[in-house]
């Protein structure tokens, strides 16, 4: 439930009070909300809140309605306004699930990185590993795309390991595609390239594997 300033009327001028995406955005998303948090906390709901973006978890639909109309009536009177299309009632019984702070969450527990997360990842390494790249692989591997894909894996580790294995795939695609080219091919790494540049010898160069981390992570008994 993003919330976000109204208009408000102060000295007979109309003043738009608003901090998105800014340094003090959270800062100040926490000062507003911090009455909110309390009332929910003594009504007996419970709340996950990170800067603006929250959610309530409750048992019925019943209940679901009852504290939504209860932030909508806090927010009235503290000059906030609920975000129109982010403000819903989700049922994790059905399918469809909901978004937060960067996961997807479904029925069954299940999560993984929302769609836009993934996007965002592959559009930066895409950067990173373009063909014409003059950098050794190594130093490519090592000083840039390691600490992208830690970070990264260190955000969404309580995923499956499904996640990362598309991903560790995305990233020695790009790279065959790099030794390609420097070998006088074109395009992308493909069929032989795959014999010829193996999976190891991305991990001998130092690659991290985001699925081999998870493994790690996730020991079998």
Not at 68 to 86: D, Y
Not at 182 to 200: E, I, L
């Amino acid at each position: 439930m993003p919330v976000s300033p109204k208009k408000r009327q102060s000295g007979g001028k109309l003043e738009v009070t608003k901090c998105v995406h800014g340094v003090l955005s959270p800062l100040l998303a926490n000062l507003y909300l911090d009455a909110l948090d309390w009332k929910l906390h003594f009504e007996g709901r419970e709340l996950v809140r990170y800067a603006d973006d929250f959610v309530v978890l409750c048992r019925t639909r019943e209940q679901a309605e009852e504290v939504l109309a209860t932030v909508q009536t806090w927010c009235e009177a503290a000059g906030l306004q609920l975000h129109p299309t982010k403000t819903r009632l989700v049922d994790m019984e059905q399918p469809g699930g909901f978004d937060f702070l960067g996961y997807h969450f479904e029925r069954g527990g299940q999560r993984w990185p929302r769609e836009k997360s993934v996007r965002k990842l592959r559009q930066k390494l895409h950067g990173l590993t373009r063909r014409n790249c003059g950098e050794s692989l190594q130093e490519l591997i090592t000083k840039r795309l390691n600490p992208s894909l830690r970070g990264w894996y260190g955000y969404f580790w309580r995923c499956n390991r499904w996640t990362f294995r598309a991903i560790d795939g995305y990233v020695r695609g790009r790279l065959r595609g790099i030794l390609r080219k420097r070998h006088g091919g074109r395009g992308r790494g493909r069929g032989s390239d795959h014999q010829r540049w193996p999976n190891r010898y991305f991990a001998e160069l130092g690659l991290y594997s985001l699925e081999q981390l998870w493994r790690e992570a996730h020991p079998v008994p």
